[in-house]
Every structure is written in structure tokens, then in C-alpha cells.
């Protein structure tokens, strides 16, 4: 009888485990919306747990812009039903609190990449993290140094090395027409556009590519599939600002 009884317990922890182990497999799917589309990440949360991976989402080289730690939010960004921001206006230099809303995203920014430099990722990532925190620094730092040449006026600013990258070298032609640029608004416009393209070619082209087979290296590992599905309608898209 006792034999009997200790079968039981066995058979009925035995259960206990498989249900339990049922319960904590649990597929779980992240959705996020991009210029592409419904972008998803589907998972086990008994492989990866969903903070985990929630956390881990936004160096996937399919969240440009919204989600994404791969740049800083531009200086124009300005969303009006944001509490942060004061009231939008044209969202450009004119703009009333263009330099306070600017510096709610420099902010932003700064604080993206201080969560970049914190965080804990599976050693496959280890190359999407060290090439998501240059691109982040590099992005803040051409946003700081815009911002800081709108305040002065002054075109040194722009000529400013960075990791052994003299922007006046690629970019002396838009320097030239800067310096003959007739006010304000033309400098602007020059560089925030093509300077900052000019820069921003420059510096990435150093950079290298996005390293995609570390990301799928670890979408592999954990088990966790993505996908983009159909389009959005221009409509159902959150308005770039």
C-alpha cells in the first residue's frame, strides 16, 4: 500500500510539473507599427520572458524612427498631444518654442543612450548593441551641434571633428554656400538638410552596416520570430513630426 501511495504522490507531482511547464510556456507576440507596417515579434515566454524582450525590441533593425534606439529624435520632432512639447507651431526654427521643444528631444536622446549604455543583452547582440550605441551617440551629438550653430550663427560649429570625422572636409561645398547663404532661414535650411545629409552620409558610411546576423543570430537562439506584415494606410499611419 505504501508502494501504491508513493506512485500516486509521483504520478501527481509529475503532473504538477507538466502543468506548470504548460503554464509558462506561454507564446506571446510584441506589435509595433512602422512606415512598412504592423512589425511583430513572436516568442515563448518560458525562452525569453516579454520584459525582456520588450526591452530588447527596439535594436531590431526593423524600428527605425518610433521605437528606435538607433537615432535621436530630430530637433523638429513635435507631437501635439504630447505634454513635453509646448504648442507645435510649423515645428521650425520661426516656431515660437522651436530651441525648448528641441531640447525635450536632445533630452530624450540623451537618455535613450544612457539606457542603451545599461543594458543587459544576450551575448549575440553584443555587436547590434555596440553598433546601436554609436549610432545613437553619433545622431545626438549631430542634433546637439545643429541646435548649437541655430543659437550662434557660428559655422566653426559645423567644421567640429567627431571620432576622427572632420565634417568640413566631405561637406566643404555646403560650408561654402553657407557662408553665402542671405539669412537665417537659408542657413537653416542648408543645414538641416544638406548638411546634416552630408554629415550623416559621412559618418555612416564609417560605421558599417547594421550587423544582421548578430540580430538573427539571436532571433535564432531565443527561438523568436518576426514579420511585417501588409502596409499601413497613409490614414492609419502616426504622423512623423
Same mark, same amino acid.
Given at each position: 500500500?505504501?508502494?501504491?501511495?508513493?506512485?500516486?504522490?509521483?504520478?501527481?507531482?509529475?503532473?504538477?510539473?507538466? !502543468? =506548470?511547464?504548460? *503554464?509558462?510556456? &506561454?507564446?506571446?507576440? %510584441?506589435?509595433?507599427?512602422?512606415? $512598412?507596417?504592423?512589425?511583430? @515579434?513572436?516568442?515563448?515566454?518560458?525562452?525569453?520572458?516579454?520584459?525582456?524582450?520588450?526591452?530588447?525590441?527596439?535594436?531590431?533593425?526593423?524600428?527605425?524612427?518610433?521605437?528606435?534606439?538607433?537615432?535621436?529624435?530630430?530637433?523638429?520632432?513635435?507631437?501635439?498631444?504630447?505634454?513635453?512639447?509646448?504648442?507645435?507651431?510649423?515645428?521650425?526654427?520661426?516656431?515660437?518654442?522651436?530651441?525648448?521643444?528641441?531640447?525635450?528631444?536632445?533630452?530624450?536622446?540623451?537618455?535613450?543612450?544612457?539606457?542603451?549604455?545599461?543594458?543587459?543583452?544576450?551575448?549575440? !547582440? =553584443?555587436?547590434? *548593441?555596440?553598433? &546601436?550605441?554609436?549610432? %545613437?551617440?553619433?545622431?545626438?551629438? $549631430?542634433?546637439?551641434?545643429? @541646435?548649437?550653430?541655430?543659437?550662434?550663427?557660428?559655422?566653426?560649429?559645423?567644421?567640429?571633428?567627431?571620432?576622427?570625422?572632420?565634417?568640413?572636409?566631405?561637406?566643404?561645398?555646403?560650408?561654402?554656400?553657407?557662408?553665402?547663404?542671405?539669412?537665417?532661414?537659408?542657413?537653416?535650411?542648408?543645414?538641416?538638410?544638406?548638411?546634416?545629409?552630408?554629415?550623416?552620409?559621412?559618418?555612416?558610411?564609417?560605421?558599417?552596416?547594421?550587423?544582421?546576423?548578430?540580430?538573427?543570430?539571436?532571433?535564432?537562439?531565443?527561438?523568436?520570430?518576426?514579420?511585417?506584415?501588409?502596409?499601413?494606410?497613409?490614414?492609419?499611419?502616426?504622423?512623423?513630426?
Amino acid at each position: 500500500m505504501p508502494r501504491v501511495r508513493r506512485r500516486a504522490a509521483a504520478a501527481a507531482t509529475l503532473l504538477v510539473l507538466a !502543468l =506548470a511547464g504548460a *503554464v509558462a510556456a &506561454a507564446p506571446a507576440t %510584441l506589435r509595433f507599427r512602422t512606415l $512598412l507596417g504592423d512589425y511583430t @515579434l513572436a516568442f515563448d515566454t518560458a525562452v525569453i520572458g516579454e520584459e525582456a524582450m520588450r526591452a530588447l525590441a527596439p535594436l531590431s533593425p526593423h524600428l527605425h524612427g518610433w521605437e528606435s534606439w538607433l537615432v535621436t529624435p530630430p530637433l523638429e520632432r513635435c507631437v501635439d498631444t504630447d505634454p513635453a512639447y509646448a504648442s507645435c507651431g510649423a515645428r521650425s526654427l520661426g516656431s515660437a518654442n522651436f530651441e525648448r521643444n528641441a531640447r525635450v528631444n536632445l533630452e530624450r536622446g540623451a537618455r535613450l543612450l544612457e539606457t542603451l549604455r545599461r543594458l543587459r543583452a544576450p551575448r549575440e !547582440l =553584443a555587436p547590434v *548593441v555596440e553598433y &546601436a550605441r554609436r549610432s %545613437l551617440a553619433w545622431s545626438l551629438w $549631430l542634433e546637439q551641434t545643429k @541646435l548649437e550653430f541655430y543659437r550662434t550663427w557660428d559655422a566653426g560649429v559645423l567644421r567640429r571633428p567627431y571620432e576622427g570625422l572632420d565634417p568640413g572636409a566631405p561637406c566643404g561645398a555646403v560650408l561654402e554656400a553657407l557662408e553665402r547663404a542671405p539669412g537665417h532661414e537659408a542657413k537653416y535650411r542648408l543645414v538641416t538638410y544638406r548638411w546634416h545629409n552630408c554629415a550623416n552620409d559621412a559618418y555612416r558610411l564609417r560605421l558599417g552596416d547594421y550587423p544582421l546576423d548578430a540580430w538573427e543570430a539571436f532571433l535564432r537562439a531565443h527561438g523568436v520570430h518576426e514579420a511585417v506584415l501588409e502596409p499601413l494606410s497613409l490614414r492609419e499611419s502616426p504622423r512623423l513630426s
